[in-house]
């Protein structure tokens, strides 16, 4: 069972930046895949964001490509998401989450954290 936990969501402005944080509790973190979901009310939960095991390989959506950064230290079994130039349609709760391989689907992903909301004003 692996037990994701988010951290760093919040209120910012049009412009701002923030960093998500997503500490994993499973020893063999470094095997699995992850990807940062987002969810606006009233929507479909979405990919932000992935990354492969190692590092080596991302995926990211056309919306916010050339803004978001994914990246992952897996000595701290921590996956990041920084987040620049961010935009009142960035506003969602975001989900980082565990996979067994690159995916963009929701239903491939195992493990799920509890989300963090992400606001940002215009």
């Known amino acids: 069972q692996v037990q994701l936990v988010e951290s760093g969501g919040g209120l910012v402005q049009a412009g701002d930046s923030l960093r998500l944080s997503c500490a994993a509790s499973?020893?063999?973190?470094?095997?699995?895949?992850m990807g940062w979901f987002r969810q606006a009310p009233g929507k479909e939960r979405e990919v932000a964001a992935g990354i492969s095991w190692g590092g080596g390989t991302t995926d990211y959506a056309t919306s916010v490509k050339g803004r978001f950064t994914i990246s992952r230290d897996n000595t701290k079994s921590t996956v990041y998401l920084q987040m620049n130039s961010l935009k009142p349609e960035d506003t969602a709760v975001y989900y980082c989450?565990?996979?067994?391989?690159?995916?963009?689907?929701?239903?491939?992903?195992?493990?799920w954290g509890q989300g963090t909301q992400v606001t940002v004003s215009s």
């Open positions: 989450a565990a996979a067994r391989f690159l995916s963009r689907a929701t239903n491939d992903y195992n493990y």
């Open positions: 499973e020893r063999s973190f470094r095997n699995v895949f």
